[in-house]
């Protein structure tokens, strides 16, 4: 059953970043959909069960440029630099990032809530 909802979630992400490229685009979907190889139909089924998983409380919306990501997580950009003295952890494509300034009982509870995904 896990695995059945990491498939769901892992999914999800990928129609709303499919989603996020189509509406930043400044293209029509019929013409973005055409331009990469994606049905109309296809997209928005996509954008419908991203929707009702956003309804759900199961997604929220973080920003325009970031789109849908799971309840509590934060979705980073994926140019950010590497630095060192920096801990990060990439959990279902979501990371989280540690320096020694971090607050470790804020640490604490997001290393227990990720546990108990």
Known sequence: MEVQKI????????????????QGSGMTVKNWCQANGINLKTYYNWLKKVREAACNGYMTVQSQENGLVPNGWTQLA???????GILSV????????????????????????????
């Open 7 to 22: 498939a769901q979630e892992f999914r999800l992400r990928q129609w709303s970043q499919v989603i996020s490229e189509c």
């Open 78 to 84: 994926d140019s950010e630099p590497v630095t060192a």
């Open 90 to 117: 990439e959990v279902s494509g979501c990371r989280i990032s540690a320096t020694a300034e971090t607050d470790l009982e804020l640490l604490v509870k997001v290393c227990r809530a990720l546990r108990s995904l």
